[in-house]
């Protein structure tokens, strides 16, 4: 009978243990999720030459946020033609159900853009080829309803002198089909 107790109580403790680590995922998820996507996302640029830096947050269902993000590529790398991009604000609501529905007119409501520069260089490397079709498989073209870019600035190095278009700003509204 002490065999059977020990066994019993050694399964009440672990059947405790996985509710706790459960609980702690369900209340923790969000910075789990944002830290492991910050992670994953970077060993991603780094793969590709890219220094980025990045806050992220909000909520999973419905929106997110970066915030302070800075993209440059590592001195070796020559086939970006991005020389530099820096956001303060970076803004995406959207609704999953509409994805669920297949209502992708729908899913995006709001892309929002704040105090954004780019800088464009020209690139030494030529074209990559053209990416093969995967048997057909398309990709639903996705519209935000809104976008709201405020503070935008862009330069495009070029030999023969440089374009610069400083601090625009771009509002768009999707009208109903």
């Not at 780094?46 to 915030?67: C, M, R, V």
């Not at 991005?82 to 609704?95: F, K, P």
């Amino acid at each position: 009978m002490p065999e059977k107790a020990k066994r019993s109580q050694w399964l009440k403790n672990l059947i405790r243990g996985l509710l706790v680590l459960f609980l702690l995922a369900v209340v923790f998820y969000q910075p789990i999720f944002f830290g492991v996507a910050q992670l994953v996302v970077q060993q991603i640029a780094k793969s590709q030459a890219i220094s980025l830096q990045f806050k992220i947050h909000g909520s999973i269902l419905t929106d997110l946020y970066l915030e302070d993000l800075h993209l440059e590529p590592l001195p070796g790398n020559k086939v970006l033609p991005l020389e530099r991009v820096d956001a303060q604000w970076i803004a995406l609501r959207y609704n999953l159900f509409s994805l669920l529905k297949k209502d992708f007119l729908n899913v995006i409501e709001l892309a929002e853009l704040r105090n954004v520069n780019v800088i464009i260089r020209p690139s030494s490397e030529p074209a990559p080829p053209p990416k093969p079709n995967f048997g057909g498989l398309r990709i639903p073209v996705v519209l935000p309803k809104k976008i709201d870019a405020q503070d935008v600035s862009l330069i495009v190095r070029n030999q023969a002198g440089d374009l610069e278009v400083k601090k625009f700003a771009l509002q768009f509204f999707l009208a109903a089909l």
